[in-house]
């Protein structure tokens, strides 16, 4: 069965400090997902990372991959209240494109 | 430009009912696919529709369907509601089947 487990599943932060929220699939991946979701709303895509090593950075949040370890990370430097919002990983397989299968997702919050 | 629309954004269905959920995609996407997102959890793969033709299902009974339009639209049918089936539904599109997905803001069901 493909698993795609995310950690820690809620993170209570500071604002101005450091994090990193991490991705970990079960098996070979061809793409992997970062998506961001607010309370009620639909999905924002963040990232898409197609290849190993690849590093992706917007504003406060960098998202980089490690196909050999099956590992992605989504790192948030000095975080800001509007950051506050559950992420996602997701990944996708060469022989099931078009399916997308999510981890549970990391509910983080931003405190000043 | 237009996103991914869905129509409704809200419905309350008795179980045992049917119902039909609506998603056209951005134009020129040709790719559309169906989530299931229970509250508190990820979403889950239900169909992937492209050209018209069904690529790709989930572990979903039966009572799911779906299907594709000439103008790429879609529509999810669900039959025989259970109280299980309340969820936010999400379509999302894409240009083809491998490239990134846009959802849209999603149809949120509630079954009583």
């Known amino acids: 069965e493909l698993k795609v487990e995310q950690n820690p599943l809620f993170l209570s932060m500071q604002e101005g400090k450091n994090y990193t929220i991490y991705c970990n699939y079960s098996?070979?991946?061809?793409?992997l997902y970062w998506y961001r979701q607010d309370p009620g709303k639909s999905l924002e895509s963040l990232f898409v990372l197609l290849s190993n090593g690849a590093v992706k950075q917007e504003g406060r949040l960098m998202a980089s991959l490690d196909t050999k370890a099956r590992l992605s990370t989504l790192h948030i430097t000095a975080a800001v209240h509007d950051l506050s919002a559950t992420y996602f990983c997701?990944?996708?397989?060469?022989?099931?494109?078009?399916?997308?299968?999510f981890g549970q997702g990391t509910i983080l919050t931003v405190h000043p | 430009d237009a996103g991914v629309t869905q129509s409704p954004t809200h419905l309350i269905k008795t179980r045992g009912q049917q119902v039909t959920l609506r998603c056209s995609p951005i134009?020129?996407?040709?790719?559309v696919s169906w989530y299931q997102q229970v509250l508190g959890q990820g979403p889950q793969f239900i169909f992937q529709y492209y050209e018209k033709e069904e690529r790709g299902r989930g572990n979903f009974p039966d009572r799911f369907s779906a299907r594709q339009f000439p103008n790429y639209s879609s529509e999810l049918n669900v039959n025989a509601l259970l109280l299980g089936d309340s969820a936010l539904y999400l379509c999302a599109s894409s240009l083809s089947t491998g490239e990134g997905y846009t959802f849209g803001s999603g149809t949120r069901l509630t079954v009583v």
């Open positions: 098996t070979t991946s061809d793409r």
């Open positions: 134009s020129g996407h040709k790719s």
């Open positions: 997701a990944v996708s397989w060469a022989t099931s494109y078009g399916k997308l299968t």
